[in-house]
């Protein structure tokens, strides 16, 4: 890496300089408080509970705080930690340890929530309420579900979360320390070589882009170490694409190109022998089985349990067989029930699956929810802005960013070009966006 840290020491120092002090000026103004243009708080005895602890519910509750003034505020979740899910390819790759995207739930707990340590088995919107899974019934005048989604790992058959790191087997998502055994993983292939197989499912899932990094950085791992040679990358892509906006799609096929990854369109993972190292793949031609010496599982994703039991869910359309949640894409209202909203994973829309697409719905959401209560209505519109900073390779990535029309929305145009794979972006992911993160959790971005 010393080449890299020459670089970022020595880089070019025009662009460097023009980032930094647009980066400073986005991160301070990042910095003020929710509600910081309308001093006046809206007074209310408003009963508001927030199904989800993750990014999407502790970043809401905070805006939320600093924009109501009597409201009764409620978070219900189980989980005792929070995870820093954008850190999870980086942890996988080596470059960071598990105690960077793990933190005591209630160090972001915002002060003046009241927090239910249960888990939610039933949503009521017909009678405006929830029940915890202890049987605990909790009423609402709004509910904003923030729950999420659901890692739907026994959907592929043969597929045991716990042999994570074992014998080839990797998965990013499920925890940060199955994020550190798919290194481990990762580690042992970049030394010895063979088959890497890498995919995603035909599921919406969170950040699309994760797959992509993932097979770039197991390239850029066994380069480094010289047994590029002795490798064979396959990505099975669960549709004709590699990424949902045309324009990046091309852009990493080119990539692949150059690196060698070779691409198997319209395969879908639905099973894999653990034993035999041998993956099954569903195609328009039939089942096809793939053996490897490297495998990295991405799991079908779909709405949670209760809330895909629940009436909220889309009932027909391309979200409604895993559940995700019926809104209006501009606001995330829910199309029939006018006090519940979504934000996170969790809303039924076209995009939306990141972490920074959460710190652009939140105000969103919460302005339409302060100006509902004080009997107004909110103009706030959330135009699907994404944003996946696409690694591929240690010390470059690529800011894309976009909207649900497929439009390229740079935060830095003639800084940062969204396809060129730079050293700027390679900084903001590594360095940037966790105190960018921190903010949005303390409703300040």
């Not at 045991?160 to 014998?167: E, L, R």
């Not at 995700?324 to 995330?332: A, G, K």
Request: with cysteine; proline share 5%; charged share 25%.
């Amino acid at each position: 890496m010393s080449d890299l840290k020459t670089e970022l020491l020595n880089g070019v120092d025009g662009d460097r300089r023009r980032f930094m002090a647009m980066f400073a000026a986005a991160a301070g103004a990042s910095l003020l408080p929710a509600g910081a243009a309308s001093a006046q708080k809206v007074s209310t005895k408003a009963k508001i509970v927030i199904v989800g602890a993750g990014a999407a519910g502790i970043s809401t509750a905070a805006r939320l705080l600093s924009g109501l003034d009597g409201a009764d505020i409620t978070i219900v979740d189980s989980k005792t930690e929070h995870w820093y899910q954008p850190g999870f390819t980086l942890v996988s790759a080596g470059l960071k340890s598990a105690d960077y995207v793990r933190m005591p739930l209630d160090s972001v707990m915002p002060k003046g929530v009241t927090w239910v340590k249960e888990g939610v088995a039933e949503i009521d919107p017909d009678g405006k309420k929830i029940v915890t899974d202890t049987g605990k019934a909790i009423t609402y005048d709004w509910l904003i579900v923030a729950a999420g989604l659901k890692l739907d790992y026994e959907a592929i058959a043969g597929m045991d979360v716990k042999q994570i790191g074992k014998d080839g087997l990797a998965s990013v998502y499920a925890s940060p320390d199955a994020a550190v055994a798919s290194w481990q993983a990762m580690s042992k292939f970049a030394d010895t070589g063979g088959v890497g197989l890498f995919g995603r499912p035909a599921t919406e899932m969170k950040c699309a882009g994760a797959p992509l990094k993932y097979t770039f950085l197991t390239d850029d791992e066994l380069r480094q170490r010289g047994n590029r040679g002795k490798a064979e990358l396959f990505y099975c892509a669960q549709n004709k694409g590699l990424f949902s906006v045309p324009i990046v799609s091309e852009k990493v096929r080119m990539l692949f190109l150059d690196r060698g990854v070779k691409v198997n369109y319209e395969h879908v993972m639905t099973a894999i022998d653990l034993g035999r190292k041998v993956a099954t793949y569903k195609t328009p031609t039939g089942n096809v089985e793939l053996k490897y010496d490297f495998c990295a599982v991405v799991p079908p994703m779909r709405a949670p349990d209760a809330v895909r039991k629940s009436p909220l869910g889309w009932r027909e359309g391309p979200w409604a067989n895993d559940g995700w949640m019926e809104v209006e894409r501009s606001n995330l209202r829910h199309k029939r029930y006018p006090n519940v909203f979504a934000v996170g994973d969790v809303a039924g829309v076209p995009k939306g699956k990141t972490a920074a697409s959460v710190k652009w719905q939140v105000p969103v959401v919460v302005d339409h929810v302060i100006a509902a209560i004080a009997g107004k209505e909110s103009k706030e519109v959330y135009n699907g802005y994404t944003s996946c900073p696409l690694i591929t390779r240690k010390g470059r990535a690529m800011l894309v960013e976009f909207d649900y029309n497929d439009n390229l929305v740079p935060s830095f145009p003639g800084v940062i070009a969204p396809l060129e794979e730079l050293w700027i972006t390679w900084v903001m992911k590594e360095v940037a966006l966790k105190p960018t993160y921190m903010s949005m959790l303390r409703g300040m971005a």
